[in-house]
């Protein structure tokens, strides 16, 4: 699943040349990348908001948004952080007319505290998640809120860096950090009370 997501060094120089005929016009070059990232972006978008119906019709308005601004698209920019920054904002638009409660930054159990938490303690789930596509893995993540849905996806099924989720998201570095440890830890405690005798694989004293 996780090795789909990354492009290879032929493909992110394919990427970059179609971003740069894309700004400069050519209509060959958003059928081209349309090709290349149509899947993975309506995967993102069916991870945010659980309906595929309103995950096509986002994907629709995320491509036509991309029509409308390629003029203004910056080719020394990478062009996949972009795009999905295009989606995600128009998927926070959508939460803000139909579920607004849903952009608490509150974790699940309501707990919003603003420590991070250990690295060393995020492996168990980190391997679940690049490993595992179980349907209580898929139940656990379709329970968090859209802010820690988002930066699951973006880190393990999309392969995102940190820097380039936080371009995508429009926060800094160390928010993106937080925000992943705090849904990691959300979903370790989710998914212990899923797995058989309440307890990760691996989880434990190190």
């Known amino acids: 699943m996780i090795g789909l997501a990354t492009l290879s060094w032929e493909e992110q120089v394919a990427v970059d040349t179609e971003a740069v005929r894309l700004h400069r016009g050519d209509p060959q070059a958003?059928?081209?990348?349309?090709?290349?990232?149509?899947?993975?972006?309506?995967?993102?978008?069916?991870?945010?908001?659980?309906?595929?119906?309103t995950a096509e019709d986002l994907f629709q308005q995320t491509?036509?948004?991309v029509a409308e601004n390629a003029k203004r698209f910056d080719p020394s920019r990478e062009f996949e952080p972009w795009l999905f920054s295009i989606a995600r904002n128009l998927t926070m638009d959508y939460f803000r007319r139909v579920?607004?409660?849903?952009?608490?930054?509150?974790?699940?159990s309501g707990d919003s505290r603003a420590e991070t938490l250990p690295a060393m303690q995020m492996s168990a789930v980190e391997i679940l998640m690049r490993e595992q596509r179980t349907?209580?893995?898929?139940?656990?993540?379709?329970?968090?809120?859209p802010i820690y849905c988002e930066v699951l996806t973006l880190r393990f099924e999309e392969e995102m860096k940190l820097e380039e989720i936080a371009e995508v998201l429009n926060?800094?570095?160390?928010?993106?950090?937080?925000?992943?440890?705090?849904?990691?830890?959300?979903?370790?405690?989710?998914?212990?009370?899923?797995?058989?005798?309440g307890e990760l694989p691996g989880w434990g004293p190190q």
């Open 30 to 53: 958003m059928v081209s990348l349309l090709e290349r990232y149509q899947h993975r972006l309506y995967r993102f978008l069916v991870r945010m908001v659980h309906e595929p119906a």
């Open 63 to 65: 491509w036509l948004r």
């Open 99 to 108: 579920r607004p409660e849903s952009l608490d930054e509150q974790l699940p």
């Open 135 to 145: 349907n209580r893995l898929a139940q656990a993540m379709s329970e968090l809120g």
């Open 171 to 197: 926060v800094p570095l160390p928010t993106v950090k937080t925000r992943l440890r705090r849904a990691l830890e959300a979903m370790r405690v989710k998914l212990e009370h899923r797995l058989p005798g």
